[in-house]
C-alpha cells in the first residue's frame, strides 16, 4: 500500500515538472515580456535623413548608427527635422502655409541649442522653399545713339518683345542702323535678346576694322578669319566703337508692363549736308521720362534744338523734367494740378527755374515741354510749354490741335510782342543779333545786349483725353516743320497708324521713322528729331528711354 502511495506522488511530481516545462517552453516561445516592455521604452526618435534609409536594420547597422530601435508591434515615430515639425505614423500630413512655416522658424529659433548658422540657414531655406516666386515683366528696351563719327546724331531703338525685329543690325549698308563711315563694314555687328540669361548681347560680324566695347575689343581671336566673335553682354551706359570714328552709346530700360499707359517712339537725324557740303553738329536733344521720379500719374516729353552748340540742349532736357518733378513732390501743388486739371503755373516756374540755373553764355535753344498726367478716371491730361520753334500738335478723335506758339523773329506773335515793348522790328527785319528766334533758354550773353530776347513761354490749354479716345501727339524740331505742315504731318501720322495698327510692339517708333523719313525725301536742311506719343490703347507698351 505504501509503494502505490509513493509510486502515484512521484507520478504527480514528473506530471507537474513536464507541465512546468511546457509552459516554459511556451513562455519561451510567445515572449509575453514584449508586450510590456513597449509601455515603458522611449519611442523610436529618427531624423529627417533616416528616412532616406529603411525602417528596420539589422543590428550592427544599428550599432553603427548609433541609434535603438525598439522592436514591436506598434512603432511610434517622432520624425524631427533638424527639430522643426513633428509627424507620427498615421498623422495626416499637410504643407503648412508661409505664415505657419515662418513662426515655426521663430518658435525653434529660440531654443538654446540652436546655432545661429542654423537658425539663418532654416529660415531662408524655408523662404526659398515657400515663399511665391514673383516673375516680373522681363521686356526691355534697347535705344542707341551715335555720338561721334559721320553718322552723329542717328538714333534706333527696339524692344526684347519685337522678334520680327531681331537680331538688330549695325553696318555700312542693308542694316538696321546704317553708319555712312568708311571704317564700318557692310555687315558690321549685330545685337541680339538672350532669353535665357535675360540680357541684350553684342557680337562682331567678322567685321575688317573690329568691334570695341568699352574701349575692350570683342571680335574673333582670329583677326583675319572674319568668323562672328564670342556674344557680350550688352549694359546701360555702354560705349560701342565700330572702326575709329563712329561710336554708339547704349541705352537699356525696361519697366513693368502695367505702369506705361502710351507707346512711345524717337527718330532722329542731324541730315547729312548743308551747301557746300558742310556736315552738320547735331544740337538737337529728345527725351521722355514717364513717369517721373516717385510721382507715378506724370510724365514729361520734350525736345531741344540747340543753337551755337549743342551744350544748352543738353543742360535744358536734363533740367526741365527735373525742375518738374521737383515742384510736383509738393503734395499740394500735385492735388491742385490734378483738382483743377490746369498745370499752367507749374510749367512757367519750371521754365524760369531752368532759365535761372542754367549758366549758357554763348549758347542756346529752343525748349518745347509736354506735361502728361493720368486721371482717376483713367484718362489723361497734356499740356505743353514752349519757347522757340520747336512745335507740338495733337489729334483726338480727328480733331486737330495746335499745342504750341511759334517764337521766331518774324512770327505774328512775336511782331506783336516787340510793337507792346515800344520797340518794333523794321522792315524786312528777320533776326536779332544774328538769331532767327526771339524766344529761347540760354544765350545769357545777347540777353543782357538786347532786352527784346525772352525766355517766357507759351503756355497751351491743357487737352482731355478720356478713356475711349483715339489720340496721338507729335513733337518735332524746325527740322521737319520746315519742310511738312502740321496738317500734313497729322495725315501722314494717322495713314502710318492705320497701315501698321497690327504691330503693337513698336508702331509708335514706326509712325516717327516713317515721318522722319518724309523729313529726308524733303531735304530738309536742319536737326530733325521726332517724339511720337500714341494714346490708343492697342498701341500701349511698356518702355522708358532715358535720355
Keep these: 500500500m505504501a509503494m502505490m502511495l509513493q509510486g502515484s506522488i512521484v507520478g504527480v511530481f514528473l506530471l507537474l515538472v513536464m507541465l512546468l516545462l511546457i509552459l516554459f517552453l511556451i513562455l519561451i516561445a510567445c515572449k509575453p515580456w514584449r508586450f510590456f516592455s513597449s509601455l515603458s521604452s522611449p519611442s523610436r526618435t529618427l531624423k529627417v535623413g533616416e528616412l532616406a534609409r529603411p525602417l528596420v536594420l539589422d543590428d550592427a547597422n544599428a550599432r553603427d548608427q548609433g541609434n535603438e530601435i525598439t522592436r514591436s508591434d506598434s512603432v511610434v515615430l517622432d520624425v524631427l527635422p533638424d527639430q522643426i515639425e513633428e509627424f507620427s505614423v498615421g498623422q495626416t500630413f499637410r504643407r503648412l502655409t508661409l505664415t505657419e512655416r515662418l513662426a515655426e522658424v521663430q518658435k525653434h529659433a529660440r531654443q538654446e541649442d540652436q546655432g545661429p548658422n542654423l537658425k539663418s540657414d532654416l529660415k531662408n531655406d524655408l523662404l526659398q522653399e515657400f515663399v511665391p516666386k514673383v516673375i516680373a515683366d522681363q521686356r526691355k528696351c534697347l535705344s542707341l545713339e551715335v555720338i561721334s563719327g559721320p ?177 510736383l513732390s509738393d503734395s499740394l501743388v500735385r492735388e491742385r494740378v490734378l483738382l483743377q486739371r490746369d498745370a499752367t503755373d507749374v510749367l512757367r516756374v519750371v521754365f524760369s527755374q531752368t532759365e535761372a540755373d542754367m549758366n549758357n553764355y554763348y549758347e542756346g535753344c ?83 545786349q538786347e532786352p527784346r530776347f525772352s525766355s517766357e513761354p507759351y503756355v497751351s490749354e491743357a487737352v482731355h483725353v478720356k478713356q475711349a479716345s483715339s489720340a496721338f501727339a507729335l513733337l518735332a524740331s524746325d527740322g521737319f516743320w520746315d519742310v511738312i505742315s502740321a496738317k500734313k504731318a497729322v495725315q501722314l501720322a494717322v495713314q502710318a497708324r492705320e497701315r501698321d495698327s497690327a504691330d503693337g510692339d513698336n508702331a509708335a517708333e514706326k509712325v516717327a521713322n516713317i515721318l522722319l523719313t518724309e523729313a529726308k525725301t524733303l531735304r530738309t536742311k536742319d536737326n530733325t528729331s521726332i517724339v511720337f506719343l500714341d494714346f490708343d490703347r492697342k498701341f500701349r507698351i511698356s518702355c522708358k528711354v532715358d535720355s
Design 366 to 448: 529752343a525748349a518745347t515741354l509736354l506735361l502728361v498726367w493720368a486721371d482717376s478716371d483713367e484718362s489723361f491730361f497734356a499740356q505743353c510749354a514752349n519757347v522757340g520753334d520747336a512745335a507740338c500738335v495733337m489729334n483726338v478723335d480727328g480733331k486737330q490741335i495746335k499745342m504750341t506758339e511759334d517764337h521766331r523773329v518774324s512770327s505774328y506773335s512775336e511782331k506783336l510782342r516787340f510793337n507792346e515793348t515800344g520797340e518794333p522790328l523794321r522792315d524786312g527785319e528777320t533776326r536779332l543779333h544774328g538769331l532767327n528766334l526771339a524766344r529761347m533758354l540760354g544765350d545769357k550773353f545777347l540777353k543782357q
Design 151 to 327: 553718322s552723329c546724331g542717328l538714333r534706333c531703338s527696339v524692344q526684347s518683345t519685337s522678334a520680327s525685329r531681331l537680331p538688330l543690325t549695325i553696318g555700312r549698308v542693308s542694316s538696321d542702323l546704317i553708319l555712312k563711315d568708311s571704317e564700318v563694314s557692310g555687315k558690321h555687328a549685330m545685337i541680339n535678346w538672350n532669353a535665357d540669361k535675360n540680357n541684350w548681347e553684342l557680337i562682331d560680324m567678322g567685321s575688317l576694322n573690329g568691334t570695341l566695347l568699352n574701349s575692350q575689343p570683342i571680335g574673333h581671336p582670329d583677326s583675319g578669319s572674319r568668323h562672328c566673335g564670342d556674344p557680350v553682354e550688352l549694359s546701360n551706359g555702354d560705349i560701342i566703337t565700330l572702326g575709329t570714328t563712329s561710336n554708339v552709346h547704349v541705352h537699356v530700360t525696361s519697366k513693368s508692363g502695367s505702369q506705361t499707359p502710351f507707346s512711345v517712339g524717337m527718330a532722329s537725324d542731324p541730315m547729312a549736308l548743308r551747301r557746300g557740303g558742310k556736315k552738320l553738329e547735331m544740337e538737337d536733344v529728345c527725351y521722355y521720362q514717364w513717369p517721373l521720379p516717385g510721382i507715378p500719374q506724370f510724365g514729361a516729353f520734350g525736345i531741344c534744338d540747340g543753337h551755337g552748340g549743342v551744350a544748352a540742349a543738353k543742360s535744358a532736357s536734363k533740367m526741365l523734367p527735373e525742375k518738374v518733378a521737383s515742384i
